[in-house]
């Protein structure tokens, strides 16, 4: 099912530079489709972001796919993933061959992800908590990805990284940010390059925006 449009979904983000193949390979096999509401099935492999409740949505497969690449991960690497959603990320990542920890701080959203991913077979282990603090009692983390927007780089993340490990993560205001690629050098030391023009729903927590203010 949907086996044209998966073929023509990774032509496109090939044309658009996604060269891992890793990561293209997962996209082509992860069904989508499977991670949407009803209504929007039709529209899977469209390379659109696409509302999946309660203000939500599941990223651009370009997004996911940009994102994933920039960690630059081996197989059975050791990623954290702030804001689980649909568990489309999550599920890409497991394809990859990695050993995903998810947080989800909407308890609709989390509980809805945790089944899905236990119904399909795909091994995450899922929280429903704060992610801006990260999830220390498994840290240190080969790779973060952040797959909502902030107005600063969490400190608890840079700290749950390990040396040479990376966090992705957009940080601007409310309506758009720039992907931010923070590379750990050792302990006290961090490199980080901006990528712009790319817009997230908010980040909320202890270490990203406050509830109240949105």
Do not use: C
Not at 45 to 63: M, N, V
Not at 88 to 108: H, K, N, P, T, W
Not at 129 to 157: C, H, N, Q, R, Y
């Amino acid at each position: 099912m949907y086996k044209r449009e998966r073929e023509e979904l990774i032509n496109k983000l090939r044309e658009k530079g996604i060269y891992d193949p890793l990561v293209l390979k997962a996209i082509s096999e992860v069904e989508r489709h499977k991670f949407v509401p009803e209504p929007m099935k039709h529209h899977a492999y469209k390379d659109i972001a696409l509302p999946i409740g309660s203000g939500q949505t599941i990223s651009q497969p370009y997004t996911v796919a940009f994102m994933t690449q920039a960690l630059k991960l081996k197989p059975d690497s050791k990623v954290l993933e702030v804001g689980t959603g649909s568990g489309y990320q999550a599920a890409i990542l497991v394809r990859m061959g990695m050993r995903v920890y998810s947080i989800e701080r909407q308890f609709d959203i989390y509980s809805r992800a945790q089944k899905l991913l236990e119904k399909l077979g795909i091994r995450v282990h899922v929280k429903y908590g704060d992610g801006t603090i990260g999830w220390e009692e498994f840290a240190p983390f080969d790779g973060i990805i952040v797959t909502a927007g902030s107005p600063d780089v969490p400190k608890s993340l840079k700290k749950q990284l390990s040396i040479g490990g990376k966090l992705v993560i957009p940080v601007g205001d409310r309506s758009s940010q720039k992907l931010v690629i923070v590379t750990k050098i050792d302990e006290n030391n961090f490199e980080q390059e901006s990528i712009p023009e790319f817009s997230f729903v908010p980040l909320i927590g202890r270490e990203g925006w406050k509830e109240e203010y949105l």
